[in-house]
């Protein structure tokens, strides 16, 4: 099976601040990645697929990147409606994987 | 507009079998490019994939786990059910389908809002 390893597990930040959460593969996805913001009490909710494209409706201060096996999710400049647990998930071949979670808290 | 529910019991006790069923609105099942999937989340953890239906009826499941893991289209043909057996504590989880419009693999655009399976004597 194909690992998802995510970093980091928190992440303390203000309003205003650019994040970047890390996921890396243990071996080629391509770029069959996605990314999804979860609130507590909520499902996930797709925001990036295929690595760096945009789901629509999602704010463009959210992107996406691939290296190799390496994948970033960049929000430019956090907003409080940001502070949630985000998720990567490969969809590669089966079985599909998630990664751990991150965090991001209010600073 | 695409709506995926999930209906089941909310207690089960150990050794028993839990059967979930999810159904769809908005979106034929017999559409090429649909896949539902089963996702459970524990309690503060992340989501763990578990099993994946096409609209030809052919599956995927979780590797360790797909002894115990069936999953089916409905009687009806909106349903997608997942049968899940010998129960035990550990699989204490909110339980969601979702759904890739996508030719049929991920990602999954529709989620429903989850059931929470309580697995205790």
């Known amino acids: 099976d194909i690992q998802m390893t995510q970093s980091p597990s928190t992440l303390s930040a203000s309003v205003g601040d650019r994040v970047t959460i890390t996921c890396r593969a243990s071996q080629s996805i391509s770029h069959w990645l996605a990314w999804f913001q979860q609130k507590p009490g909520e499902a996930p909710k797709l925001l990036i697929y295929?690595?760096?494209i945009l789901e629509s409706g999602v704010s463009s201060r959210f992107s996406g990147t691939r290296s190799g096996t390496e994948f970033t999710l960049t929000i430019s400049s956090l907003q409080p409606d940001d502070f949630a647990t985000y998720y990567c998930q490969h969809y590669n071949s089966f079985p599909w994987t998630f990664g751990q979670g991150t965090k991001v808290e209010i600073k | 507009q695409v709506t995926l529910k999930e209906s089941g019991p909310v207690l089960v006790k150990p050794t028993e079998t839990l059967t979930l069923t999810c159904t769809v609105s908005g979106f034929s099942l017999s559409n090429a490019r649909m896949g539902v999937s089963w996702i459970r989340q524990p309690p503060g953890k992340a989501p763990e994939w578990l099993a994946h239906?096409?609209?030809?009826?052919?599956?995927a499941y979780h590797t360790s786990l797909q002894n115990r893991l069936t999953i089916s289209k409905g009687t009806s043909e909106s349903q997608v059910v997942l049968m899940m057996t010998n129960m035990d504590p550990v699989d204490t989880a909110t339980y969601y389908c979702a759904l890739t419009a996508r030719g049929g693999y991920g990602p999954f655009d529709y989620w429903g809002q989850g059931t929470l399976v309580t697995v205790s004597s």
């Open positions: 295929q690595a760096s």
């Open positions: 239906i096409f609209s030809t009826d052919q599956k």
